[in-house]
């Protein structure tokens, strides 16, 4: 059977409320689609991507290199099966392929936003996307997925749309960024910032920018060896050494430093530094006890089950933290509503991408638990 | 009792033979020396420094604001008791505050070095070091002792120089520099290569460069983050909010934020980007095995007692690291050789530097046995 791959755009005048306080007066939002809606629109699952995911998650364009980022997640057939489910994949409200972003045009000003753009919350990018599932006359679903940032906003929908799923997985994540991951961020945020090609943010999208932008390409490599992490850089790379070139063969280059010079110069190709700074904040300021002042309040608001999947080398966001969300369902009464599950994992961080075969079947028993 | 600081450079005109096969046909070592050499030079203990460190272990200089790096351990009735000991802390070969590095004139030129100085080791470093000693009429020490690049130093000391020492003190290190510790030092050399005021390795010493090298203060950031680690940091800062100015104020700042910025801002005005360069080059391509081709072929040659401690929260060289070491000893069956303590430590990396008081006892009770 066919993925039944759809790629979309709704365009929204009504008004978004940004927690904040600001308003985006029109916005649009990118989002994908597999499977097929039925009838009475009651298949849905909905995929939530991490910092620098998109709207494509499985499936494959036209002389794509490489399928969408869940691809072996999602399709016929597979954990989340098309076959049986219509699923829903956002561009996220800031991110840079397709949906309202800074580097959007402002309507009243008739110029892209850039640092004009609002900080956003996660919140807001749920907020965003209910509003999407309303113009699509969806008002229920039966699962809400994501890993990472993904993860986060899966939390987000279960605090604060606590029927909206049957149930809502959150994988590889936090219910609110450690200092740890803040810091993190800030390499790239100092790295793009002092970086002359962005031009305080003044630079213009197109060809000069995606060649040569050191500081998000730095960010990146930050962002990499964060998501990669000790262990599994120990096993993939070991000491090995790479082919040098070049003026800079002086300071030779271990695999690993090939690696990240692959990945993180390729970046600025595909991603808007602006977009990276402000998606950052967003995770950054995540808080799921904001609006609660105390997580056990934010958490007494879930009503469906609530499923935490951690890995066990994850070094970005450590299992910890999603115990700590498992102890406080506990002692707020809700062991009913949540499960624990540690991935023992072997790629760190990125594990909810690579090692799927590792939840697979558990993500498959929760579902059927929803059937 | 007085510290009896004084603040040396030695200059030395026979040849340094370097592992890369290059020569130093001249270079000179700043190093500074507490308490009294005894007339016999039989109560010396070596130091060495890590990677931002310098010959300035302990003791203030007049007008100085904070004192040398190890000045809680180091001193008059300390844990290194000056009263008893005469310590040597010589600033590495490579290091910018006085001893020869990239920025030093190449006699042959009369210019500085710059990318021609030649990619040193640790061994090279150790090797100029015991030049040193000889010029000091120094044939043996009580001990060596150094905390991360500091312990990769120790280390080499018992295995090139097993007879050397009466004992030697590794803290906080490694026998073979992980891929993880070359990502976080790869963010420092992609930021420094393409921070313009860098100028490929052409800057002018001086203040332009003091006051505005962004790329160095962004790997110092990366070294910080590794530094402190995700515990500390937790501890430390939480979720705190800093106060906040100006553009960026929009990506509001965190108190972990500050701290970065802080402490990364004011790198550039004591480092040479240089010497940084060469320095995480020289941790880079550190492996005890070199020269043996297996670690436990270098660690037979290991004579005197080889103590190894670790810090539980270190996220830059694990303890696993260090247990390796140990391990290895054992299997040679030298276990009467080696030590291995783990602290639970609170301050992830940098433990080594400002939770003294949890080895203090400990490095005591070893300096006790060599009396």
């Known amino acids: 059977m066919d993925l039944n791959i759809q790629t979309l755009t709704a365009k929204f005048n009504t008004p978004l409320h940004l927690e904040s306080g600001r308003i985006l007066e029109s916005y649009k939002t990118r989002?994908?689609?597999?499977?097929?809606?039925?009838?009475?629109?009651?298949?849905?699952?909905?995929?939530?991507?991490?910092?620098?995911?998109?709207?494509?998650?499985?499936g494959r364009y036209q002389d794509e290199a490489k399928p969408g980022w869940w691809d072996n997640f999602i399709g016929p057939g597979k954990t989340i099966d098309t076959e049986?489910?219509?699923?829903?994949?956002?561009?996220?409200?800031?991110?840079?392929?397709?949906?309202?972003?800074?580097?959007?045009?402002?309507?009243r000003t008739n110029k892209a936003y850039r640092f004009k753009f609002p900080v956003l919350t996660i919140s807001d990018v749920v907020k965003?996307?209910?509003?999407?599932?309303?113009?699509?006359?969806?008002?229920?679903?039966?699962?809400?997925?994501?890993?990472?940032?993904?993860?986060?906003?899966?939390?987000?929908?279960?605090?604060?749309?606590?029927?909206?799923?049957?149930?809502?997985?959150?994988?590889?994540?936090?219910?609110y960024t450690r200092p740890w991951a803040i810091a993190l961020n800030k390499i790239a945020i100092e790295a793009i910032r002092h970086d002359p090609a962005f031009k305080n943010g003044m630079y213009e999208k197109g060809d000069?920018?995606?060649?040569?932008?050191?500081?998000?390409?730095?960010?990146?490599?930050?962002g990499l060896i964060a998501y990669v992490g000790p262990n599994s850089m120990n096993n993939k790379f070991g000491r090995n050494y790479a082919h040098t070139d070049g003026l800079y063969e002086l300071f030779g280059r271990f695999e690993v430093e090939r690696y990240l010079e692959y990945n993180a110069y390729n970046f600025p190709k595909i991603?808007?530094?602006?977009s990276y700074l402000y998606i950052c904040k967003t995770m950054?300021?995540?808080?799921?006890?904001?609006?609660s002042d105390k997580l056990p309040d934010s958490l007494a608001n879930v009503q469906r089950k609530l499923h935490l999947i951690s890995f066990s080398d994850d070094v970005l966001f450590f299992p910890e933290e999603m115990e700590e969300i498992r102890d406080i369902m506990i002692e707020l009464?809700?062991?009913?509503?949540?499960?624990?599950?540690?991935?023992?994992?072997?790629?760190?961080?990125?594990?909810f991408l690579v090692e799927v075969d590792k939840f697979s079947d558990h993500v498959k028993a929760i579902l059927k638990e929803i059937e």
Chains 1, 2 share one sequence.
């Open 84 to 107: 049986k489910y219509f699923v829903i994949c956002s561009n996220n409200l800031g991110s840079c392929f397709g949906s309202t972003s800074p580097m959007s045009i402002e309507p």
């Open 128 to 175: 965003a996307q209910m509003q999407l599932y309303k113009h699509l006359g969806i008002e229920h679903v039966k699962a809400v997925i994501g890993g990472s940032m993904g993860g986060m906003q899966a939390l987000c929908y279960s605090i604060e749309y606590p029927t909206f799923a049957d149930t809502y997985i959150a994988m590889a994540t936090t219910a």
């Open 31 to 58: 989002y994908e689609t597999y499977g097929t809606l039925n009838e009475d629109k009651s298949n849905v699952i909905v995929i939530c991507h991490a910092l620098s995911g998109s709207h494509h998650a499985a």
């Open 271 to 274: 991603f808007d530094p602006l």
């Open 284 to 291: 950054n300021i995540f808080d799921a006890s904001r609006g």
């Open 333 to 351: 009464g809700k062991e009913d509503l949540v499960t624990y599950k540690k991935i023992e994992s072997e790629h760190g961080h990125d594990s």
């Open 208 to 222: 000069l920018i995606a060649e040569s932008l050191p500081g998000l390409a730095i960010g990146r490599m930050a």
